[in-house]
C-alpha cells in the first residue's frame, strides 16, 4: 500500500545554547495536519512570524544554514531537519524562542531519539516523493565542489570530502537507507581545525562553541601561547593537544566522522526541497551553500511540475501484461477493449497504455472532421486499467467481473486525437476491502495530464 505521511504523536521538546548566539533557547517540535511541511515559528516576536523550510527562504549558509522572512530568521536548522528526515517525519510546526536551533552535542542525535521519544504517526494522506527523473548537477568548478543526483527507487547518498590539512584529507561516507540513519549517521558531530577557532571567536561567530560539541583537529605545530589563548576563550584550564591532532584526547564515534557529519548535513539541507526524495545523491566537497543551492534547483522543478506526473516507462519493453493477457482478465473484447498492454503493476498500482489510431470506431462519429476520443472512454480505459489491478492477485479472474458504482473529481484538461499514446496510471486509495476497489486514476499523453478522476468499482464473481 502508499506510505503515508507523517507527523509527531506528541510533542518534542529541546533546550540548550546556540552555536553561534551562545543564547539559551527552547525549540518545541509539534504535530500537525497533513501536508502542512515543516515550518518555524519565532514565539519570541511580535505576531510570532512562521517560516516555510523550503529552500527559497535560505538567506545565509556561511556558518551553517539559516532561514528567514521579512528581516526574521532561524539558523542552525539542518541538524534537527536532518533528523526528522532519518524518521521521515513529513509535518511538523517548530516553535522556538530565539534565533538558532540549540546545537546540543553538535550532532542530530538528541534531536532524533526526543523525536522518536514523541512518537512518530501516520496521518491519512499519502506521502509525496519528489522523483529524481534525470541526472541532475549543481557545480562550483573552481573549488571541485560537485552535487548529482541520479534516479533510483529510493533514497541513499554518497559523500566524499577533501581538506589541505595532513590528518584530514580525502573521507567517504555513504548511507544506504534512511532506516540506519540512527546507527550510523545521527551521532557524526560538527567540527572544525583549530586553526579557526581564535578568528570564529574574535568575530563572535561560535559564542556557543565548545568541546561538548564540536570535534576540533589539530593540523599544525602549535605554541603554549595559542594554547593558552583558546583556554581563555573557552574558559577552559585543562585544553590539550594529543598524539592524535584532536583537542584534548576527544574520541570520534566513527573513524569517518567528519564525513558523516557531512552527509548529515546533506540530508538536513536537503529537507529544504520540501518532500521526501526518491533518488541516489553523490556529493563532493559539499557545504550548506552547495547543499541549499542544489535543493533550490530540486525545488524549482517541483514548482515546474506542480499536479500528478506522467510515469516513466520504456514503451519499446516488453510489457506486463499482454493484448491477449488483457483478455484472460477482463471480458472486454473489441471495439471496447480499450487497454492494448500492461508494462507495470504493484500491490496498489497498475501503468497501461493504448494507441490511439485513426480508425477507431468512435471516430466515426464523434466529430468525424476533427477526430476526438470522447472523454467517457478515457475513464473507461482507467477503469479497465484499474480492473486488471483489481483482479491481478485472483487465481481465476477471468470467473470475476468489475462494476462501476461511482465516479468522482474528474476533470478533462486535454484532447486525445488520432496519433496519440495514452498512458494510464491508477493507484488504490484505500486497500481492498468486501470487494469495494477505491482507485485515483490519471490519464497522460507524453508528459501532459489529460485527464484525471476517482474511481469506485465493485468486484463480483460471475454466475
Not at 523550510?53 to 556558518?63: I, M, N, Q
Amino acid at each position: 500500500m502508499a506510505e503515508k505521511q507523517k507527523t509527531l504523536k506528541s510533542e518534542a521538546v529541546f533546550k540548550g545554547i546556540g552555536l553561534h548566539t551562545g543564547k539559551h533557547m527552547t525549540a518545541k517540535v509539534l504535530p500537525t495536519e497533513a501536508n502542512f511541511g515543516i515550518k518555524f515559528k519565532r514565539v519570541d516576536i511580535d505576531k510570532q512570524p512562521i517560516i516555510p523550510a523550503l529552500a527559497e527562504y535560505v538567506v545565509d549558509t556561511s556558518r551553517g544554514t539559516v532561514i528567514g522572512k521579512n528581516d526574521v530568521t532561524v539558523s542552525t536548522i539542518e541538524h534537527l531537519l536532518a533528523a526528522m528526515a532519518g524518521l521521515q517525519i513529513d509535518n511538523a510546526l517548530i516553535e522556538i524562542d530565539g534565533p538558532e536551533v540549540p546545537i546540543l552535542h553538535g550532532s542530530a542525535k538528541v534531536f532524533y531519539e526526543g523525536l522518536e521519544k514523541a512518537g512518530v504517526q501516520d496521518l491519512e494522506e499519502d506521502k509525496k516523493y519528489y522523483e529524481i527523473q534525470e541526472k541532475t548537477t549543481y557545480l562550483e568548478e573552481d573549488r571541485g565542489v560537485e552535487i548529482v543526483a541520479y534516479p533510483s527507487d529510493s533514497f541513499s547518498v554518497d559523500v566524499r570530502i577533501s581538506y589541505e590539512s595532513p590528518i584530514l584529507h580525502n573521507q567517504y561516507a555513504s548511507l544506504h537507507s534512511l532506516t540506519d540513519f540512527h546507527k550510523e549517521i545521527a551521532s557524526a558531530r560538527t567540527f572544525c581545525f583549530f586553526r579557526e577557532i581564535e578568528t570564529l571567536a574574535k568575530n563572535n561567530l561560535i559564542k556557543g562553541g565548545s568541546l561538548d560539541n564540536a570535534i576540533v583537529f589539530v593540523d599544525h605545530e602549535t605554541t603554549q601561547d595559542e594554547i593558552n589563548r583558546i583556554s581563555e576563550l573557552f574558559n577552559k584550564e585543562d585544553i590539550r593537544i594529543d598524539k592524535q591532532g584532536i583537542l584534548n584526547n576527544i574520541q570520534l564515534h566513527y573513524p569517518n566522522e567528519p564525513a558523516r557529519h557531512k552527509l548529515l548535513d546533506v540530508i538536513g539541507d536537503l529537507m529544504l526541497t520540501g518532500m521526501p526524495i526518491k533518488g541516489h545523491i553523490i556529493a563532493t566537497i559539499p557545504g550548506h551553500k552547495a547543499n541549499t543551492e542544489f535543493a533550490k534547483i530540486l525545488r524549482k522543478d517541483i514548482k515546474s511540475k506542480r499536479g500528478p506526473q506522467a510515469p516513466k516507462i520504456e514503451m519499446l519493453a516488453d510489457p506486463i501484461v499482454t493484448n491477449e493477457g488483457i483478455k484472460n482478465i477482463l471480458p472486454h473484447r473489441y471495439p471496447f477493449q480499450l487497454v492494448d498492454k500492461i508494462m507495470s503493476i504493484n500491490t496498489d498500482e497498475i501503468i497501461g497504455v493504448k494507441n490511439v489510431t485513426s480508425n477507431e470506431p468512435f471516430f466515426v462519429g464523434h466529430f468525424p472532421e476533427e477526430p476526438v476520443m470522447p472523454g467517457v472512454l478515457h475513464v473507461e480505459a482507467m477503469a479497465q486499467c484499474g480492473g486488471i489491478l483489481a483482479l491481478w492477485n485472483e487465481d481465476e479472474p477471468e470467473k470475476w467481473s468489475t462494476y462501476f458504482i461511482g465516479m468522482d473529481k474528474i476533470k478533462f484538461r486535454r484532447k486525445v486525437v488520432p496519433g496519440d499514446v495514452c498512458v494510464f496510471r491508477l493507484k488504490l486509495l484505500s486497500p481492498i476491502r468486501r470487494g469495494i476497489v477505491h482507485m485515483l486514476g490519471h490519464t497522460f499523453v507524453g508528459e501532459h495530464l489529460v485527464t484525471e478522476a476517482e474511481l469506485m468499482a465493485q468486484i463480483i464473481k460471475n454466475k
